[in-house]
């Protein structure tokens, strides 16, 4: 990609809505475009300043932040590869995985250090992960773990494979392997809680998605997952308890979408009725799942 097609993309990106839905969506929209901004020896210096800040969120997980300040840096500095490697992990870490590769496919052109070549290869392996069948993405994975046995998010993606091919003792070896390289304590506990769904094991994964709230409270994903586990098990009380009506109308509207796959048509409906009922916001898709379920 070109530098000038880069710097579109990433005008585009930040100067949209920061939430992820929206921002998924914006990145098809047209584009705006960011034009460098001439630098002073000040410039210089606030450069440097917003890069160690945007270092510092990265490491402490605030990855919503250091994505706005690693594109501080790049308006700055464009070639700025450090600022660069960060915006795409950061990227990657927030599922954008359309500007992470964006953003990787422009550094596989550029001259790099053998500490900026390690994270590349790491984020580039990732990214293609993200993107690409099963069959591609796991020979890529496992190469790139061959070059970077300590990669802790390496072995987490690997594991991520071995679920949806239900290898389920091969996922929990590489996620046992992610969190001794010091894998987050709150994802570990997710992955596991997600490797759990889908065995249908339900009060074990909420146990577990539960723990990854606890470590974690920012993350919504964590407490969606907690209850979704209680509504698959039938314990629609702890499911839905304390809960907005708006968040309550989500979490039934996505289990009463994943009964229908499932062939447990009669939860289906029960979800689908209460997401009508308890948030109008979810009408549209819900309705459109239940009339799915009169042909069933």
Same mark, same amino acid.
């Given at each position: 990609?070109?530098?000038?097609?880069?710097?579109?993309?990433?005008?585009?990106?930040?100067?949209?809505?920061?939430?992820?839905?929206?921002?998924?969506?914006?990145?098809?929209?047209?584009?705006?475009?960011?034009?460098?901004?001439?630098?002073?020896?000040?410039?210089?210096?606030?450069?440097?300043?917003?890069?160690?800040?945007?270092?510092?969120?990265?490491?402490?997980?605030?990855?919503?932040?250091?994505?706005?300040?690693?594109?501080?840096?790049?308006?700055?500095?464009?070639?700025?590869?450090?600022?660069?490697?960060?915006?795409? #992990?950061?990227?990657?870490?927030?599922?954008?995985?359309?500007?992470?590769?964006?953003?990787?496919?422009?550094?596989?052109?550029?001259?790099?250090?053998?500490?900026?070549?390690?994270?590349?290869?790491?984020?580039?392996?990732?990214?293609? #992960?993200?993107?690409?069948?099963?069959?591609?993405?796991?020979?890529?994975?496992?190469?790139?773990?061959?070059?970077?046995?300590?990669?802790?998010?390496?072995?987490?993606?690997?594991?991520?494979?071995?679920?949806?091919?239900?290898?389920?003792?091969?996922?929990?070896?590489?996620?046992?392997?992610?969190?001794?390289?010091?894998?987050?304590?709150?994802?570990?506990?997710?992955?596991?809680?997600?490797?759990?769904?889908?065995?249908?094991?339900?009060?074990?994964?909420?146990?577990?998605?539960?723990?990854?709230?606890?470590?974690?409270?920012?993350?919504?994903?964590?407490?969606?997952?907690?209850?979704?586990?209680?509504?698959?098990?039938?314990?629609?009380?702890?499911?839905?308890? #304390?809960?907005?009506?708006?968040?309550?109308?989500?979490?039934?509207?996505?289990?009463?979408?994943?009964?229908?796959?499932?062939?447990?048509?009669?939860?289906?409906?029960?979800?689908?009725?209460?997401?009508?009922?308890?948030?109008?916001?979810?009408?549209?898709?819900?309705?459109?799942?239940?009339?799915?379920?009169?042909?069933?």
């Amino acid at each position: 990609m070109k530098r000038a097609t880069l710097i579109t993309l990433l005008g585009l990106f930040f100067l949209t809505t920061p939430s992820y839905a929206l921002a998924k969506d914006t990145l098809n929209a047209q584009a705006i475009s960011v034009r460098p901004i001439a630098r002073s020896s000040t410039d210089l210096f606030d450069v440097l300043s917003q890069f160690i800040k945007a270092e510092q969120a990265f490491k402490a997980a605030e990855y919503s932040q250091s994505l706005t300040l690693y594109r501080t840096v790049l308006l700055y500095d464009p070639d700025h590869i450090q600022a660069l490697l960060g915006l795409g #992990h950061s990227a990657l870490e927030l599922g954008y995985t359309d500007l992470a590769a964006d953003i990787f496919e422009t550094l596989s052109s550029k001259t790099l250090s053998p500490n900026e070549t390690r994270a590349f290869a790491i984020g580039q392996s990732l990214s293609r #992960h993200a993107q690409r069948a099963e069959s591609d993405s796991i020979a890529g994975l496992k190469a790139a773990i061959e070059s970077y046995p300590d990669a802790p998010r390496l072995w987490a993606a690997l594991g991520d494979i071995h679920v949806a091919a239900k290898d389920y003792s091969s996922a929990a070896f590489a996620y046992n392997k992610a969190r001794a390289l010091g894998y987050s304590g709150a994802k570990y506990a997710y992955k596991f809680g997600l490797m759990n769904l889908a065995q249908q094991k339900y009060i074990i994964a909420s146990t577990q998605f539960k723990t990854a709230a606890r470590l974690d409270p920012d993350e919504l994903a964590y407490d969606s997952h907690y209850r979704l586990a209680h509504l698959l098990s039938g314990d629609y009380i702890r499911a839905l308890e #304390h809960m907005p009506a708006e968040r309550a109308g989500q979490i039934l509207a996505q289990t009463g979408r994943m009964a229908i796959k499932r062939g447990e048509y009669d939860l289906a409906r029960l979800c689908l009725k209460k997401a009508l009922e308890v948030s109008p916001r979810y009408y549209v898709q819900a309705a459109q799942d239940l009339a799915v379920l009169q042909t069933r």
